[in-house]
Structure formats: structure tokens, C-alpha cells
């Protein structure tokens, strides 16, 4: 079993930068692939981003790619989100999930574990 508890959202302005972390239990940690999704009110559940379990590769959805990194501190059993150049668009719950095997493309089926989400909101 792994929980996930993500924190760091709040309310910046355009342009302005947060980073959102996901600290998950459990010492299998190093196990999975995690990926950072967000969703937007009267929207679906929008494929942000994800890692590779060694924290080798990543992969970003095209609307954040240059503007997002994620990266994760194993020693922490952390998972990070840097959010740079915000946009009003980008306002969103943001959830990290984690997988313990491969997910091809974008889709949110496959993941094992979800945290309960963080509240991003940016002003224009």
C-alpha cells in the first residue's frame, strides 16, 4: 500500500512560479512510475506529466512542456512539480499518481495509487 499526500498549491499570479510536492509512504517508493495530472472545474482529468521510476526520463503533456519539470528526491520518497510562467489556464486541482507498471501515453487507467489533490489557482 502507498499513500500519497501532494502539498504546495496556493494562488500566484501570471507568470509566477509554485512547485508542488507528492511525498508518498511505504519504502517501495523507488518502484514506481509517477505522473502529475490536474483538473480544471466542469473539465476532465488532464494528463500533466510523468517520471520514470529511476528518475531518469521524463514526459510532458505539449501545453506544459517548457514550463513544468518534475523531478524526484528518492531519499524523501518525494515526487516534485515546478510550475514556471503560470498561466490562468493552469488553474487546476493537480494529483500525483503512481504506477508500478509502465503507462503508455496519457491516459489516467493503470495507476495504482492517487493522492487527494492541490489546489493551484492563477490570476490573470
Known amino acids: 500500500q502507498v499513500q500519497l499526500v501532494e502539498s504546495g498549491g496556493g494562488l500566484t499570479q501570471a507568470g509566477g512560479s509554485l512547485r508542488l510536492s507528492c511525498a508518498a509512504s511505504g519504502r517501495t517508493f523507488s518502484m514506481y512510475h509517477m505522473a502529475w495530472f490536474r483538473q480544471a472545474p466542469g473539465k476532465e482529468r488532464e494528463y500533466v506529466g510523468k517520471i520514470t521510476r529511476d528518475g531518469g526520463t521524463t514526459f510532458y503533456a505539449d501545453s506544459v512542456k517548457g514550463r513544468f519539470t518534475i523531478f524526484k528526491d528518492g531519499a524523501k520518497n518525494t515526487v516534485y512539480l515546478q510550475l514556471n510562467s503560470l498561466k490562468p489556464e493552469d488553474t487546476a486541482v493537480y494529483y500525483c499518481?503512481?504506477?508500478?507498471?509502465?503507462?503508455?501515453?496519457?491516459?489516467?487507467?493503470?495507476?495504482?495509487?492517487w493522492g487527494q489533490g492541490t489546489q493551484v489557482t492563477v490570476s490573470s
Open positions: 499518481a503512481a504506477a508500478r507498471l509502465v503507462v503508455l501515453g496519457a491516459t489516467s487507467s493503470g495507476y495504482d495509487y
